[in-house]
C-alpha cells in the first residue's frame, strides 16, 4: 500500500521518475568520486616515503606549531554541536508555532 | 519520545564535555607526535558518535522498511542527521591532526576515503528525503541500510588495507592514562549523540503532527 503525504498521489509517476534522477546523480557523483580516488591514489603510491619526511628531520622554521591546530580542532567540534543544536531548537520553534496556529484554525472549525 | 529525556542528556553531556579537557590537558604527551596526539581524543570520539548514530539508522530504516513503523522512520532521518554532524566533525578534525603529522591535509588513503564516501552516502539520505517527495522514505531507508553495511569496512580499513592512517587495533591496548580520557570523551559524545537525537526525533514527531492537522483541515 502507498503511503500519501502533503504531496498528493496525483502526481506519482512523475515524482517516481524524479526520485529515480535524484539517485542516479548520486550513484554518478559517488562513482565519479571513486574513479578519481582511484586515479589519484594510483601515482602516489611509489612516491610515499618521498612525500613523508620524518618531523625530526623537518628545519623548525617549517614546522607548523600543534597548539594552534589542537585548539582549532577542540573549536570546531564545539561550533559544530552548538550550531547544529541552534538548528534544531529554531526549526522546532518554527514548527511548534506553526502547530499552534493550525490547532486555533482547528478550534475555530470546530466553534 | 520522552520529552524530559533531552535536558538529561544534554545536562549529562555537558558534564562529560566540562571534565573532558582536565582530563586531556592531564594525559601524557604521545612519544612520536607530542601535543598534536590530543586532538585524537575528540577525533576518535566524533567517530563512535557517528557509528552509533549510523547503527541507529540502520536498524530504525529496516524496521520501517519491513514493518513500516512511523516511529522508525523519523527516528532514522533524525540519526541520519546525526551522523552526517559527527562525521563532519571527525573529517575536520582529521585534517587538522594530519597537517601536522602527515604534513598534508588530506591523503586519498583507503580510511580517508571510505569515510568521506560514507559521509556522502548520508548527506544523500538527507538529499533524497528532502527532494525525494513521496516514496522517497522508503528508498532513503534502504540508502540507510547500506549506510550501515559500510561501519564494519570503515572500521576494519585500516587493519586489512594498506594506509598510513593509524590503526584501530591500537585503541584498546593503550595505556589507562591514555585510555580514560579517550573512553570518557567517547561517553561524552556519545550522550551528546543521544541527547541531539531526542531533539530531533521531537521535532519530527511535531512535523507529522502538523501534518495530521493539516490533512484533518483540508477534510474539513
Redesign the interface.
Known amino acids: 500500500m ?8 496525483s502526481q ?1 509517476k512523475a ?2 521518475y ?2 529515480l534522477t ?2 542516479a546523480v ?1 550513484i554518478v ?2 562513482g565519479l ?2 574513479a578519481t ?1 582511484t586515479q ?2 594510483q601515482p ?1 603510491q611509489p612516491s ?1 616515503p618521498e ?3 620524518p ?1 625530526d628531520d ?1 628545519p623548525p622554521e617549517d614546522q ?1 606549531p ?2 594552534p ?2 585548539a ?3 573549536v ?2 564545539w561550533v ?2 552548538l550550531g ?2 541552534w538548528t ?2 529554531r ?2 520553534g518554527s ?2 508555532k ?2 499552534a496556529d ?2 486555533r ?2 478550534g475555530a ?1 470546530g466553534a | 519520545m520522552n520529552k524530559r529525556a533531552f535536558p538529561v542528556l544534554m545536562g549529562l553531556s555537558l558534564v562529560f564535555f566540562a571534565v573532558a579537557p582536565v582530563l586531556i590537558v592531564r594525559a601524557p604527551y604521545e612519544q612520536e607526535m607530542g601535543l598534536i596526539q590530543k586532538i585524537f581524543y575528540f577525533h576518535f570520539a566524533s567517530w563512535m558518535a557517528m557509528y552509533l548514530a549510523i547503527l541507529v539508522l540502520g536498524i530504525a530504516s529496516a524496521l520501517f522498511l519491513f514493518r513500516r513503523k512511523p516511529a522508525a522512520d523519523r527516528l532514522a532521518v533524525a540519526a541520519a542527521e546525526a551522523a552526517v554532524v559527527f562525521g563532519l566533525m571527525g573529517l575536520i578534525t582529521g585534517p587538522l591532526w594530519a597537517v601536522k603529522s602527515w604534513g598534508v591535509w588530506w591523503t586519498w588513503d583507503a580510511r580517508t576515503t571510505m569515510a568521506m564516501i560514507l559521509e556522502l552516502i548520508l548527506v544523500a539520505y538527507l538529499i533524497l528525503r528532502a527532494y525525494g517527495g513521496p516514496g522517497s522514505d522508503r528508498l532513503a531507508a534502504g540508502l540507510g541500510m547500506f549506510a550501515m553495511a559500510n561501519l564494519p569496512f570503515l572500521y576494519v580499513s585500516t587493519e586489512i588495507w594498506r594506509t598510513i592512517h593509524p590503526p584501530t587495533s591500537v585503541v584498546p591496548t593503550l595505556p589507562v592514562d591514555f585510555g580514560l580520557p579517550l573512553w570518557w570523551s567517547v561517553a561524552g559524545f556519545v550522550v551528546l549523540c543521544l541527547a541531539l537525537l531526542t531533539a530531533r526525533v521531537r521535532l519530527e514527531e511535531q512535523r507529522a503532527t502538523l501534518d495530521r492537522l493539516y490533512l484533518a483541515l483540508e477534510e474539513e
Open positions: 502507498l503511503r500519501l503525504d502533503r504531496f498528493g498521489v506519482e515524482l517516481v524524479r526520485r535524484i539517485v548520486l557523483c559517488v568520486l571513486g580516488t589519484a591514489a602516489a610515499v612525500g613523508f619526511v618531523m623537518v607548523l600543534a597548539a591546530l589542537l582549532a580542532a577542540y570546531v567540534v559544530i554541536a547544529y543544536l534544531i531548537w526549526r522546532l514548527v511548534e506553526e502547530l493550525a490547532m484554525r482547528v472549525d
